[in-house]
């Protein structure tokens, strides 16, 4: 699916001649899926920093049992197999021109301050138990995990940071639960403001029927 752009009407053939299309469906100019490289259209793209995701659409299912009531509850976390993050092309220098860089690896997302709508809206309908949360570790609002039973929050830096969180299995145990892919059928590509989680994809077993 494409990503949206904010075209001037100006500069509509600019924008054409570099490949973008006219999308009548969604009434915006488009980066259509075939075009990798995304930053040689990134005065029109609408975010100056954060990650954009493109397809494919996933999310990294697995389960948890609540730190509150013990029992099993499903847990969920973005993940990108084809991601932008606009990042300085040289780190060490603040000066540095800052671009949409292309992810290399498969990663999950953690700590999401922010997102579009229809992604929000999505996980609203399909996955209510990840949801904007207030944390008091982290001292703001995260989407997170909470409790299907009890409505607990699982905290993120857990599930994410420490050996035997349900995206941080044990290195020499393993999870107790399986991890599954869930393809999420969205209309565009998205944006989160986010921070990569520290799961290494070629760790853990996919229980997907195939190789990711």
Known sequence: MPLSLQVPFSEKDEVKQLGAWWSAEQK??????HVSNITRFK????????????????????????????????????????????????ENDPESTQEWIKGEEPTVFAFATEMDEHLNDYLKEHFPHFRL???????????????????RLQGEWHNHEDFDG?????????????????EMALEMDFHILADFGSLDFNEIELQNGGSY
């Open 28 to 33: 915006t100019w488009v980066i259509p899926d």
């Open 43 to 90: 005065k029109w793209i609408p975010y100056q920093q954060g990650i954009i995701i493109r397809r494919p659409y996933r999310l990294l299912l697995t389960a948890r049992r609540c730190w509150k009531c013990d029992k099993v509850t499903p847990m969920v976390a973005l993940a990108g197999f084809n991601y932008y993050s606009f990042e300085y092309l040289d």
């Open 133 to 151: 949360t207030h944390s008091k570790t982290l001292e703001e609002k995260t989407w997170a995990n909470n409790c299907q039973l009890c409505g």
């Open 166 to 182: 349900a995206f941080c299995p044990d290195p020499y145990e393993g999870s107790p639960f399986e991890f599954k892919l869930h």
